[in-house]
């Protein structure tokens, strides 16, 4: 039974939002994040880096103390507003055909540490830890965690009955994406919401694994040494519920900048173990199902087939195509033990970058490029339900929601 409860968010005015809002900071390159900084004064990158107006880089608990003295101004300037009582919001993204919609709200870390709420990746102690301290010391959570659950009636007539009405947020960014939000206010319906999610014994985390860890390390160190209200607070972490089949996923190109001393023969020898190879020369080949893999080497591209004698899963992780690369060639031939930390690997998203896997080989920045299959949404619960984590970029998850757009305070 999960436990979704609406907040009541603190968000830009209606007619700052377009300007307040942002992707995720560590999407920006340098020169853009610049500009922005210089040119908009609403931006919440002002928040994200405080230093700026200082013309000066902080780090550590400086840097963390001067994010809340920037977002408590922010406040004080009427840029944020705090709604009067609790809600859901309701959010829809459209760019390029495609139209997600998702609620905005209150995921419980209880549910999380009852693996109600389910995972599907590892999280590293450190990060879990210096984003937890962020978030104490800063006091908000400004982006929502990506939570997908079963299609749901009642829900999904939810997007049908508000896109009929003006909506809250109407704004398109300089990305194309357009954004709509709704606040879903009446108690009634607030409460249908609520029994909905009640009925669902799981919920999967889809993108968001190391966010829900922090917040889940603040709540654990709230337990012992703070305040009620505090506690309370520190229970919950926003979230933005999907329903499965508004969910898009993709891959990310792997990239690796060596063959591990090996010529080009002898890999290709030492790939034919497993797979079968059939060069494509210059026509570029993307995998159209499972257990098919694109491979670009020396000029050329290639397909793998990975043979059926070498296909023996002994569980749900050795299903996938991101841990037969790995097993099969990333680890055995290319000597990468590590994939998160190896300085020898370089992982890409496929959306956006289709040219780069042929592009980052001919610049000798890489020795040879891998393309993968996406894996399907029931592959990624599957994995979740028997306590398995996948291996480093092995889903690209869509949609992306920006920052600054619903803000829950944590004091």
Same mark, same amino acid.
């Given at each position: 039974?999960?436990?979704?409860?609406?907040?009541?968010?603190?968000?830009?005015?209606?007619?700052?939002?377009?300007?307040?809002?942002?992707?995720?900071?560590?999407?920006?390159?340098?020169?853009?994040?610049?500009?922005?900084?210089?040119?908009?004064?609403?931006?919440?990158?002002?928040?994200?880096?405080?230093?700026?107006?200082?013309?000066?880089?902080?780090?550590?608990?400086?840097?963390?103390?001067?994010?809340?003295?920037?977002?408590?101004?922010?406040?004080?300037?009427?840029?944020?507003?705090?709604?009067?009582?609790?809600?859901?919001?309701?959010?829809?993204?459209?760019?390029?055909?495609?139209?997600?919609?998702?609620?905005?709200?209150?995921?419980?870390?209880?549910?999380?540490?009852?693996?109600?709420?389910?995972k599907h990746e590892n999280t590293l102690s450190e990060r879990e830890a210096l984003f937890?301290?962020?978030?104490?010391?800063?006091?908000?959570?400004?982006?929502?965690?990506?939570?997908?659950?079963?299609?749901?009636?009642?829900?999904?007539?939810?997007?049908?009955?508000?896109?009929?009405?003006?909506?809250?947020?109407?704004?398109?960014?300089?990305?194309?994406?357009?954004?709509?939000?709704?606040?879903?206010?009446?108690?009634?319906?607030?409460?249908?919401?609520?029994?909905?999610?009640?009925?669902?014994?799981?919920?999967?985390?889809?993108?968001?694994?190391?966010?829900?860890?922090?917040?889940?390390?603040?709540?654990?160190?709230?337990?012992?040494?703070?305040?009620?209200?505090?506690?309370?607070?520190?229970?919950?972490?926003?979230?933005?519920?999907?329903?499965?089949?508004?969910?898009?996923?993709?891959?990310?190109?792997?990239?690796?900048?060596?063959?591990?001393?090996?010529? &080009?023969?002898? *890999?290709? @020898?030492? $790939? =034919?173990?497993? !797979?079968?190879?059939?060069? +494509?020369? /210059?026509?570029?080949?993307? %995998?159209?199902? &499972?257990?098919? *893999?694109? @491979?670009? $080497? =020396?000029?050329? !591209?290639?397909?793998?087939? +990975?043979? /059926?004698?070498?296909?023996? %899963?002994?569980?749900?992780?050795?299903?996938?195509?991101?841990?037969?690369?790995?097993?099969?060639?990333?680890?055995?031939?290319?000597?990468?033990?590590? %994939?998160?930390?190896?300085?020898?690997?370089?992982?890409?998203?496929?959306?956006?970058?289709?040219?780069?896997?042929?592009?980052?080989?001919?610049?000798?920045?890489?020795?040879?490029?891998?393309?993968?299959?996406?894996?399907?949404?029931?592959?990624?619960?599957?994995?979740?339900?028997?306590?398995?984590?996948?291996?480093?970029?092995?889903?690209?998850?869509?949609?992306?929601?920006?920052?600054?757009?619903?803000?829950?305070?944590?004091?």
């Amino acid at each position: 039974m999960a436990n979704v409860r609406p907040f009541q968010a603190t968000r830009p005015t209606r007619d700052k939002v377009a300007l307040v809002t942002t992707r995720s900071y560590d999407i920006y390159k340098k020169k853009e994040l610049n500009d922005i900084l210089r040119l908009n004064p609403f931006s919440f990158l002002h928040i994200l880096r405080p230093g700026f107006k200082f013309h000066k880089t902080v780090h550590g608990f400086k840097r963390f103390k001067m994010v809340h003295n920037r977002y408590c101004e922010f406040k004080e300037n009427g840029i944020f507003q705090k709604d009067r009582k609790p809600c859901f919001y309701l959010h829809q993204k459209s760019h390029d055909g495609e139209v997600f919609w998702g609620i905005i709200g209150l995921a419980s870390l209880v549910d999380y540490q009852k693996s109600v709420i389910k995972k599907h990746e590892n999280t590293l102690s450190e990060r879990e830890a210096l984003f937890g301290n962020y978030l104490e010391v800063t006091g908000f959570n400004a982006e929502p965690v990506l939570i997908t659950y079963p299609d749901d009636e009642f829900l999904g007539s939810l997007i049908k009955k508000y896109g009929k009405e003006r909506a809250e947020y109407e704004f398109t960014t300089n990305k194309n994406r357009t954004h709509l939000m709704w606040l879903i206010e009446e108690d009634d319906e607030i409460d249908k919401i609520v029994k909905a999610f009640e009925k669902m014994p799981s919920l999967y985390i889809a993108d968001g694994h190391h966010r829900t860890a922090s917040s889940n390390y603040l709540y654990q160190k709230n337990l012992t040494n703070q305040a009620a209200d505090a506690k309370e607070l520190s229970k919950y972490f926003m979230a933005y519920f999907i329903p499965e089949s508004n969910m898009r996923i993709t891959s990310f190109y792997r990239f690796v900048k060596t063959l591990n001393g090996l010529p &080009k023969k002898e *890999f290709l @020898m030492a $790939l =034919d173990e497993n !797979f079968r190879i059939q060069k +494509l020369g /210059k026509r570029h080949y993307r %995998p159209s199902r &499972k257990h098919h *893999f694109s @491979m670009y $080497l =020396d000029g050329d !591209f290639y397909k793998l087939y +990975l043979r /059926k004698s070498s296909f023996k %899963p002994e569980n749900e992780l050795d299903k996938l195509d991101s841990q037969i690369l790995f097993t099969k060639i990333l680890d055995p031939i290319l000597g990468i033990k590590d %994939p998160s930390n190896d300085q020898n690997i370089h992982y890409l998203p496929e959306k956006g970058n289709e040219l780069q896997l042929q592009q980052l080989v001919d610049s000798q920045e890489f020795a040879v490029g891998f393309g993968i299959f996406p894996v399907s949404v029931e592959q990624l619960k599957s994995v979740a339900e028997n306590n398995l984590t996948m291996p480093p970029k092995s889903s690209y998850i869509e949609p992306k929601l920006r920052s600054g757009l619903t803000i829950y305070e944590l004091k």
